[in-house]
Structures are given as structure tokens and as C-alpha cells.
């Protein structure tokens, strides 16, 4: 099993990091020998952006990239090599991860991880800073992670993850290369939930179409029957809206499905962290902690407070499925012969399509793009959700 495995659907992408992970071997194994680093090591940079929309798998390409740099296999990015278990793992001391729970990254994140690129890689070959939702810092907070990624030390490596490039500020754009990733093929994705997880080949197909090739949510939809009603609920409720009153008992169930998956998400991602940090600190449950630990736990407590992003993407990844809904509603009344993202609401889809016009179903597009921006701002998210709704009532 190879590192690149889950990186499905992006051929460009995966040859552009192989040969860059090739020639960070050769420079390390130069290095050793005193040899000068030759034109075919010069693929290989200190400071990348992998740029895609959700779902494309920038994190994932970022972390079989940094498990490839730290790999001690015959062949960068063996998948079998402690190098690369403990990077998957995100247990590896050389490879620095930073995401965020929050809105945004604080600075003082920032700060702390700057200081730790200046350190030599402890034990593996490369020390690498994944940066994931990097578009989350503010101007200020980038700035400060300018001067790191203008001059890193030797062997030093910035992994960089944002939607697109320019939601990097251009001086920090300027320094990186840029590898853009596309959202991979549902029959690719499916293709990889039957390898990998056993999933049978039409509920894969039909996860990933559901999931719009997001390889997370399309797992996690093929393997979870409450996930996949779930998802239903969101997206018919809204789409059989007739009256007012209706759009209001719409909105509150949107947001209050949204709530309790994204509590439920994480609960279970606390539970994990915290078994973790209690194995790494040799605590038993229970156990009372000595000074030393409480600075860790306290942390992570503070951690579990930071609800507010969980709930925003999950109302987001909730309209991205309502779009899903009117795109195959549109693709019905223009004739097309797509598939279907939705081929578990065929009746619905029908029934939206007849009684609606292309126009119509633009501006019921329209209104959900222009829900899901709103949701970024600090307005009253049960009033956003009401004005969407009532946007999706028809039109006399």
C-alpha cells in the first residue's frame, strides 16, 4: 500500500509530488555523501500551496507528500516504512500539522509553529510544516508566517493548503509553488471506497456521487445509514417548501440537523484526542494529572469550546447538497443526459423540475450561494436560513 493510494483522480498532481519527493531523497543522500545537488534535485522546493475546492483532497496529497519526504523505503512513499506510518499517523515529531477548530488561526499558532521550523529535523530526513485551511489567517497573521517561508532553514519544508491561490496573500503566493488540485471523478472515488473499504460497487458510486466526490464524506455516507438520512432530511425539507410557515419550520430543522451532526462529529473527535493525550501523558482515566499535564488537558478542553466552525461547515456542506439538488433539477429541464448527483431523489427532482423553469431554478441557486456567503459573516444564522427557504417557495 502506497502513500498516494487516497490522492484519487489527480494524475498531474500525483507525477508533480513523485518527482519532487524523488529528488528530495537525492538531495538528502547527496548531502550525505558531499556531493552538490544536481538540475534533476532542482523539483524539489522548500515551500508549496495545493490549492483545490472541498473535497479535492489537498490535505490528503499534503500528508502523502510529507510521509513521501520522510520515507525510508526503496521507493519515496512506501506506505510501509516507520516514516511514513508515523506521518499518516500524524504521530511523527519531524512533521508539524497545524489545523484549526476555529473561524481563523490565531496568530499566536503561527508564531509557535515558526519557531519550530527553525529547528533540524529531529530523526527524519525533511522537518515539515502542513498548514491545512490556510486561507484561515487573517493579513497579519500571514505576515508573520512570511519571513519563515521567505528564508527557511536547510531541509525545512511548507506544505500550505488553501481553496484557491488567491486566498494566499500575494507575497506569500509569490514564494510557493503552486499545485492545483481538481475534484477527482465520482467512478474514481468509488473505485477506492470498494478497494479500500469493502464497500459494494453501486452504494460506492452512489456515495460519491451523493458526496460530489468529496472521498471523506462519500466514506463516511457509504458506511453510515444515519449519516445517509441525514442528508436526505436536509436536503428535501428545504426543496418542498410552500408557505411561510413552512420556510421557517424548514430553517430551524436545517440548523438544528447541522447542530447535532456537527456536536456528534465532535464528541467523537474529542473522545479520540483525549485517549490519545491521555496514552502520551501515561495516564489512566480517571487519574489525577500533575502539574506538568494540566497545561495539555486544559488545552485540549479549550479546544472542545471551538463549536462555532464545526457548526458553519456543516450548514455549508449541507447547502452544497441543497445545490446539488437544483443542479440535477436544472440538468432535467435542459435536456441534459448527466448523471445525476441526487439518484436517490429521482421523484423529487421530477416533481421540482415540472413545476419550475430553468430561471426559476437559477434563482433558487442563487439564493442558497448567497446563504452559504452570508454564513461566513457574523449574521443571525436561523435569519439567513429564513431567507433562503422562503427563496425556494414557488413562485406565483
Known amino acids: ?3 498516494w493510494d487516497e490522492v484519487v483522480g489527480q494524475e498531474h498532481a500525483l507525477a508533480v509530488l513523485r518527482q519532487a519527493a524523488d ?3 537525492a538531495i538528502v543522500d547527496r548531502a550525505s555523501q558531499g556531493i552538490p545537488v544536481d538540475d534533476a534535485a532542482r523539483s524539489m522546493t522548500h515551500a508549496w500551496l495545493i490549492t483545490g475546492p472541498p473535497g479535492s483532497g489537498r490535505s490528503v496529497a499534503a500528508m502523502a507528500f510529507a510521509a513521501s519526504l520522510q520515507c525510508t523505503g526503496d521507493v519515496p512513499g512506501c ?3 516507520p516514516g511514513c506510518v508515523t506521518t499518516l499517523a500524524r504521530t511523527n515529531g519531524d512533521v508539524t500539522i497545524l489545523s484549526t477548530e476555529s473561524t481563523q488561526i490565531r496568530i499566536d499558532e503561527v508564531r509557535q509553529i515558526v519557531v519550530r521550523a527553525q529547528t533540524a529535523p529531529s530523526q527524519g530526513r525533511w522537518r515539515v510544516i502542513v498548514i491545512e485551511d490556510a486561507d484561515r489567517m487573517m493579513e497579519r497573521t500571514a505576515n508573520v508566517l512570511l519571513k519563515a517561508v521567505e528564508e527557511p532553514p536547510e531541509r525545512t519544508v511548507w506544505l500550505l493548503c488553501a481553496p484557491s491561490a488567491e486566498d494566499m496573500i500575494t507575497t ?3 514564494r510557493c509553488r503552486h499545485l492545483g488540485l481538481r475534484i477527482p471523478d465520482p467512478h474514481a472515488v468509488a473505485d477506492l471506497l470498494v478497494r479500500r473499504d469493502g464497500v459494494e460497487p453501486a452504494d460506492a458510486l452512489s456515495a460519491a456521487r451523493a458526496a460530489q466526490s468529496h472521498i471523506g464524506l462519500a466514506r463516511a455516507l457509504a458506511k453510515d445509514p444515519q449519516m445517509r438520512q441525514r442528508r436526505r432530511s436536509i436536503i428535501t425539507a428545504p426543496a418542498q417548501v410552500r408557505s411561510v410557515g413552512e420556510a421557517v419550520f424548514a430553517a430551524e430543522d436545517l440548523h438544528s440537523i447541522a447542530k447535532a451532526q456537527a456536536e456528534s462529529q465532535s464528541e467523537e473527535r474529542n473522545a479520540r484526542e483525549k485517549a490519545e493525550l491521555m496514552r502520551q501523558l501515561g495516564m489512566e482515566e480517571g487519574q489525577t494529572p500533575a502539574s506538568h499535564q494540566r497545561a495539555r488537558i486544559r488545552e485540549l478542553d479549550e479546544q472542545k469550546r ?8 456543516a450548514l455549508d456542506r449541507a447547502l452544497v447538497d ?3 439538488i437544483y443542479r440535477d433539477v436544472l440538468m432535467r429541464q435542459l435536456g441534459s443526459d448527466q448523471e445525476p448527483i441526487n439518484d436517490d431523489c429521482v421523484d423529487l427532482i421530477e416533481e421540482l423540475a415540472t413545476r419550475s423553469t430553468p430561471q426559476q431554478t437559477m434563482t433558487r441557486v442563487q439564493a442558497i450561494e448567497e446563504a452559504r456567503k452570508r454564513l461566513t459573516t457574523n449574521m443571525s444564522v436561523p435569519l439567513i436560513l429564513e431567507a433562503m427557504t422562503l427563496s425556494l417557495r414557488p413562485q406565483v
Do not use: F, T, W
Request: proline letters at 0%; aromatic letters at 0%.
Open 1 to 3: 500500500m502506497s502513500v
Open 23 to 25: 529528488a528530495a531523497r
Open 79 to 81: 506506505g510501509q516504512c
Open 172 to 174: 506569500i503566493r509569490s
Open 306 to 313: 471551538r463549536s462555532k466552525r464545526a457548526i458553519q461547515d
Open 322 to 324: 441543497l445545490l446539488g
